[in-house]
């Protein structure tokens, strides 16, 4: 999975599997990382119960250096 591949996309929210593969970690921590201090990974997350999901436009923005300071919910 590239950022390539995630810009293509129609899906609104990405997977921390997903996004783990672009940025080269493992989901479990991006996981972990959105529940202690979401701030911390620097694009917004959403956790709804032990779902977590990342805006995927959010997430392209970061990537390309172009993001706001995180407002995770």
Known sequence: ???NDI???E???LSPAIVAQVIGCDPHYIRLQA???PAALG???NVQGTR???PRRA???WMEGKAEPNRSR
């Open 43 to 45: 694009f917004p997350v």
């Open 59 to 61: 997430f392209i923005r």
């Open 1 to 3: 999975m590239t950022l």
């Open 11 to 13: 899906k609104e929210c």
């Open 52 to 54: 977590t999901r990342i």
């Open 35 to 37: 529940r202690q201090n």
């Open 7 to 9: 810009k293509v996309m």
